[in-house]
């Protein structure tokens, strides 16, 4: 039984989906390491339990506070959420719908490449539309993605 | 082996679920372009690089400002995640778990009307309880499939 | 064909991913009763329309505030989808990547248990680093699974 399931992942394309999957979902649990790593350079906290670390009584509570840097972070991890998480459900059901190896893994790498990008051009900050071209190949690869699989299996 | 996985697919109520979990996730990434066309036309942005391109120096200064339409969008969005991902899991394990077709196109098809209907409660907005009804209704529907989830294949 | 698709689910590994996936997503959504539950109880509210429920006109206006447990309900509720998302997706394709029984079920198991532990160490709440080791926890079982998920299908 468990070569059943696992033959799965013979298939190439589904090999490649859960490739970048993982490395679009590492990235975006990089997120949280760099935005702790703000809260606690910066000393930037929104829980008076987070702030005692770093001070007592009125000490830490001028730690109770926003920082620019912090909430870019928490901004571009919102991003990744509301991004990845579409690629996750739509790919790999494009993965199963039985696409061309070459076009499923171009859609693939183009995510991941925006996704990546959209990252850096939050955080260095880039002038716009850096940030803006990045996310939407993200999602007009999604958007591809999704129209092959409603073609493929639509079922109302 | 493209076939192996591909036969996934063959599966109506799989078929049933990627089509409805592809109709849910399209209308997620939806609220992406709506929050970015309540950002263009009140010009409220939260980024000074984005608002840059709307004005120069104090001109764009005075756009990073929040807007009750852009947040309100913004909630929607932050709901359809809070949503949509547990639909996205439990739905798809319960698809694997061998449940009558109508059964489940009466799942799918409740939380999918119940989440375009949210939106429309939140964006119009509706009175409540209309927004908070189709939230229960989407709830209810996915702690049901949950609950034959783990009914079928429960290993602790 | 029904069949086919549901072999999957007779696959231990895919089981147990199954059965604890559900369990980490229904206590994620538990916490949009315990925010509503705050929302209700402190009167605190950010649409109109909710408040309107609670007062009309101006004492409607008086419920459109923050309240710390409220806030904090939904940090946890957020923490939560930064960190279930990767393992939904991640730990789906370790079980299909053919791991040991054991080890599969010691990861998920402890993922699970960071989960729960961690909305009690925000909710409560514990002193830190309670509610960060716990964290840190399910954080390197998802990454530990991410590891084998690579060295198995890397397909780049």
Known sequence: EMAKSSQLLDNEALR???TYATIVLLKMMLMSL???????????FVNP????????????KKYLRTDQD????????????????PFLGIGLLYA???PELSTALMHFR??????????LAYLIPLPQPGRGLSWA????????????????????
């Open 34 to 44: 760099i935005t702790a790593y703000f809260r606690i350079t910066r000393k930037a």
């Open 16 to 18: 490649a989906y859960a």
């Open 96 to 98: 199963l719908s039985g």
């Open 110 to 119: 183009i995510f991941a490449g925006s996704r990546i990008f959209h990252t």
């Open 70 to 85: 912090v909430e870019r972070a928490r901004r571009g991890h919102l991003n990744d959420l509301e991004n990845i998480v």
């Open 49 to 60: 339990e987070d702030a005692a670390s770093f001070g007592k009584g009125e000490g830490a």
């Open 137 to 156: 190949a993200g999602y007009a690869v999604t958007i591809s993605m999704a129209y092959k699989v409603l073609k493929t299996v639509l079922y109302l």
